[in-house]
C-alpha cells in the first residue's frame, strides 16, 4: 500500500481506536517468574500510586475476587485481554471511572497500560496515555535498554512497547473475499490484521483489528502516523468494494431485511446477531438508515454471551436467546 502524508480516514468504517504501553518495573522478577508474594506487593504498590493521579480516578479490581462471567463481560468489552482473564491469583485491573484509561497489571508484563476511544482518535488517545505512562514512570523505575528500550516479556514488544490499533469494520472486503490481500499487504509494512478480540482470535461481524506488529526502531508518534496511514488506505479500499454492491437493490434488500428481523425477532442467536448487526451498521453507515453507530455499537457488546449473563439469572441459551431479541428489539426501537 502506498504512503500517503495527510491521510483522511472515512469514520463510517471505524468502530473504536485503543493504544496500550507495556512496561516491567525493574525490581520484580518478569511475570513468568514471579511469586504470589511479590505479586501481591505489586499489585498493592501501583494500587496506591494511581490513587493520588490527578487525571483520572481508578477503581482497583483484583482478578482472584472476578468470576469468569464477569472476566468475560469485560474481555467482551476490550478492557481486559483473553489472557489475562485466565490469570487470576496474580493479576489485577485498575480501571478507569469511565473506563477509557486502564491498567493491567501482570498480564504478559507487569503493565498493560490502555487508553481506548470511540471512533478515530488516535493522537488523543497518545497524550492520555502519554501522562499517565510518565506520572508511573516518575514513581517507579521501569526496565529498561538504553540499546532495546523498554523490556518486555515478548520480543515484539521491545523498543517503544506501544501497540496502537483501530477496530475497523470492513463487510464489503470480507464478501469480496479480499481480506486475505489486504492482511498480506499491509504485512510488509509493518501491521497485523487480527479478530474480533485480538491475537488469534477469528473476525466477527466483518470486525477487525488494524495494528503495529512491532515497536523496535519506530517511536511513538511514527507509529501512529503510520497506522493512520494505513487505516485510510485499507477504508478506501473498503469504499471501492462497497460501489460494487450498492447500485444492486438485492445488496439493499438485505440490510432492510436484517434490519427487519432485529426491529421483530423473538429468538436471536449470538452468532445470528453478529451476522445482523454488521448489515444494519452497514446500512446506517450507508444513510440507508438513520441509527446512531455508537448506539450500535454498544448494544453489539451488551448482546454478547458474558455480558448476558451478567444481568439475567442462570438460564438456558434458548432463555437467553429471548433475552438477546427483547435487548435488540427494545434499542432499535428507541433509535427509531
Do not use: W
Not at 145 to 167: F, H, Q
Amino acid at each position: 500500500m502506498s504512503d500517503t502524508k495527510n491521510p483522511v480516514i472515512d469514520p463510517r468504517m471505524v468502530v473504536s481506536s485503543r493504544i496500550r504501553l507495556a512496561r516491567n518495573l525493574k525490581k520484580y522478577p518478569f511475570p513468568s517468574r514471579l511469586d504470589g508474594e511479590k505479586a501481591r506487593e505489586m499489585k498493592e504498590e501501583l494500587h496506591h500510586l494511581l490513587k493520588e493521579y490527578p487525571h483520572e480516578t481508578f477503581d482497583f479490581l483484583d482478578m482472584k475476587n472476578i468470576n469468569s462471567v464477569q472476566a468475560g463481560a469485560m474481555m467482551e468489552e476490550h478492557l481486559i485481554s483473553p489472557e489475562f482473564s485466565r490469570n487470576g491469583e496474580k493479576s489485577a485491573l485498575l480501571l478507569g471511572r469511565n473506563k477509557s484509561l486502564s491498567v493491567m497489571i501482570n498480564e504478559e508484563d507487569h503493565l498493560r497500560i490502555q487508553a481506548m476511544g470511540s471512533g478515530s482518535c488516535l493522537e488523543e488517545l497518545y497524550e492520555k496515555i502519554s501522562a499517565l505512562d510518565d506520572y508511573i514512570d516518575g514513581k517507579v523505575e521501569y526496565a529498561f535498554s538504553e540499546k532495546y528500550g523498554y523490556l518486555t516479556s515478548c520480543p515484539t514488544n521491545l523498543g517503544t512497547g506501544i501497540r496502537a490499533s483501530v477496530m475497523l469494520h470492513l463487510p464489503a472486503l470480507t464478501r469480496r473475499g479480499l481480506m486475505d490481500r489486504v492482511i498480506h499487504s499491509v504485512s510488509q509494512v509493518g501491521i497485523t490484521v487480527r479478530g474480533l478480540y485480538g491475537e488469534g482470535t477469528q473476525a466477527g461481524a466483518s470486525l477487525y483489528q488494524i495494528s503495529n506488529s512491532y515497536s523496535l526502531g519506530i517511536n511513538e508518534e511514527e507509529t501512529v502516523a503510520l497506522l493512520n496511514r494505513i487505516v485510510a488506505q485499507i477504508c478506501a479500499s473498503e469504499q471501492k468494494a462497497r460501489e460494487h454492491q450498492f447500485p444492486d437493490l438485492r445488496t439493499q434488500d438485505e440490510l432492510f431485511r436484517a434490519y427487519g428481523i432485529l426491529k421483530e425477532c423473538r429468538m436471536l442467536t449470538s452468532a445470528e446477531f453478529r451476522a445482523l448487526y454488521s448489515k444494519v451498521r452497514l446500512a446506517a453507515e450507508e444513510g440507508l438508515l438513520n441509527l446512531n453507530k455508537t448506539d450500535l455499537d454498544r448494544l453489539f457488546i451488551e448482546c454478547q454471551p458474558y455480558n448476558l449473563m451478567l444481568t439475567g439469572e442462570t438460564e438456558s441459551d434458548s432463555e437467553r436467546d429471548q433475552r438477546r431479541a427483547a435487548l435488540v428489539r427494545e434499542r432499535i426501537g428507541k433509535q427509531e
